[in-house]
């Protein structure tokens, strides 16, 4: 079974609009955590932003911010006023084990976003 | 400036060969990671050390090997390339605390024959 399930493929976005990226991840870890990363069409891999399983409140960095429903198991991306250069490949991602010391981490399929001039 | 390195970055191989991918990281962290990313699958572990003498199989390690002999390094060697093995490989290396975000590498392209 999937454990990071990300339904979106691609997606769309008018520039200077807010966009949401879905997330769904399953873990019976009370300790976990949940990272996106964004893959622009240079390749590399850029770590956006994290949320530990115990935050309190929903992560933010800058423009970005990550919308946490532990009760649902969600953690989407909101990207607020997007730019050209957000048109990239994002990926989220789970570390599970965090009291148990492991550092495997899984990944989602991606979502591909294009931001519309 | 910390950073994590890859070469080559590109490699042409034939079918049978035995690859050498090399990964150097300057951050100093304990754990360190091989992925290989293929379109409609993300990227998925092929390998994984926590730290010098220490490799852990990942979800997709057959014909796949790793050794640790520093912090520094963590090359990836296919014994014997397989078309199947065509497609971009990431390292990546983490810290042991905190959050554990990972820093990855720029990603080799592999290309077997």
């Known amino acids: 079974a999937q454990k990071i399930t990300q339904t979106q493929p691609g997606m769309f976005v008018q520039e200077k609009e807010a966009v949401t990226l879905d997330c769904t991840y399953d873990?019976?870890?009370?300790?976990?955590?949940l990272f996106w990363y964004k893959q622009p069409s240079s390749g590399e891999m850029i770590f956006l932003i994290y949320?530990?399983?115990?935050?309190?409140q929903n992560a933010t960095e800058g423009r970005y911010s990550l919308n946490f429903q532990k009760a649902r198991k969600s953690a989407n991306l909101v990207i607020s006023a997007s730019q050209l250069g957000d048109s990239a490949m994002y990926f989220c991602?789970?570390?599970?084990?965090?009291?148990?010391?492991?550092?495997?981490?899984?990944f989602g399929t991606g979502t591909r976003l294009k931001v519309l001039a | 400036d910390a950073e994590i390195t890859q070469s080559p970055r590109h490699k042409i191989t034939e079918t049978g060969r035995q690859v050498t991918l090399a990964c150097h990281q300057t951050?100093?962290?304990?754990?360190m990671f091989w992925y290989r990313q293929d379109l409609g699958h993300g990227l998925r572990l092929i390998h994984y050390s926590y730290g010098v003498q220490d490799t852990n199989k990942g979800e997709v390690s057959d014909g796949y090997s790793v050794s640790r002999s520093n912090t520094e390094d963590l090359p990836l060697t296919l014994e014997s390339a397989a078309s199947s093995q065509t497609s971009v490989y990431f390292c990546?290396?983490?810290?042991?605390?905190?959050?554990?975000?990972?820093?990855f590498g720029p990603g080799t392209r592999l290309t077997v024959l």
């Open positions: 991602a789970m570390r599970e084990g965090f009291t148990s010391g492991t550092y495997k981490y899984i």
């Open positions: 949320q530990g399983s115990y935050d309190q």
């Open positions: 873990t019976s870890d009370p300790s976990y955590g």
């Open positions: 951050w100093n962290h304990n754990n």
């Open positions: 990546a290396s983490s810290t042991s605390g905190g959050a554990g975000e990972q820093f």
